[in-house]
């Protein structure tokens, strides 16, 4: 079984500050994880994914995220935000490559304040 | 490349009704899965359809049926609707590979049961 806590339903930051979303993963098997984006009327779209190589993943528009297996932990961090990020983000994890289902965390919205 | 169509965008229904949501997947892709995203909540798998076949199934019960076509569309029918089934219901295409494939998400189609 696997699941994922996104620990922040809600993070408000100011334009031009660090962005911190929190996630806690479990999974019995070696995990593959991504964050996906949410804008409102819009579809998912991956920012990006962690599947065993590098520990610090760079996805697009500026995000990255950590995997520590010790922590149990995926964060996604940018170091500075723009209005443009406030949006719905979900922690995801599989214990596949990504090719068969995806469990999805509850999700965060962020603000972004001017 | 007109990435992942679904129709339609919003259905209006009534309890005890039945309903089908259509999905168009991504070009290239032969893998189709389903997702049901509550209001405030993540997506929740629903079932995955490959080779015309549902290759996996989530916790949904058998009032949720699919169906795939050999051109890799695929349907999603919900039978004796209940007002719990109101959400945006989405869709996702992927190749089939064993290595890892991003999952392409439609803009889903927003079920509203009266």
């Known amino acids: 079984a696997q699941s994922v806590t996104q620990l922040d339903s809600h993070v408000s930051v100011s334009e031009g500050t660090p962005v911190l979303l929190r996630c806690n993963y479990s999974?019995?098997?070696?995990?593959?994880l991504f964050w996906y984006v949410q804008h409102p009327n819009k579809g998912l779209q991956l920012l990006l994914k962690y599947t065993s190589a590098a520990t610090l993943v760079k996805g697009i528009n500026g995000f990255e995220a950590e995997f520590k297996k010790s922590e149990t932990s995926f964060h996604l961090t940018k170091p500075s935000a723009h209005m443009s990020d406030a949006a719905e983000y979900f922690c995801v994890v599989t214990s596949d490559t990504g090719r068969r289902a995806l469990t999805f965390g509850s999700g965060t919205r962020l603000q972004v304040q001017p | 490349d007109a990435g992942v169509t679904q129709s339609p965008t919003h259905l209006i229904k009534t309890r005890g009704q039945q309903v089908t949501l259509r999905c168009s997947p991504k070009s290239g892709h032969d893998t189709v899965s389903w997702y049901q995203q509550a209001l405030g909540q993540g997506p929740q798998f629903i079932f995955q359809y490959y080779e015309e076949e549902e290759r996996q199934r989530g916790n949904f019960p058998d009032r949720f049926s699919g169906h795939q076509f050999p051109n890799y569309s695929s349907e999603l029918n919900v039978n004796a609707l209940l007002l719990g089934d109101s959400a945006l219901y989405l869709c996702?295409?992927?190749?089939?590979?064993?290595?890892?494939?991003?999952?392409?998400f439609g803009p889903g189609t927003r079920l509203t049961v009266l």
């Open positions: 999974s019995s098997y070696s995990p593959s």
């Open positions: 996702a295409s992927s190749e089939d590979s064993p290595n890892y494939n991003e999952q392409f």
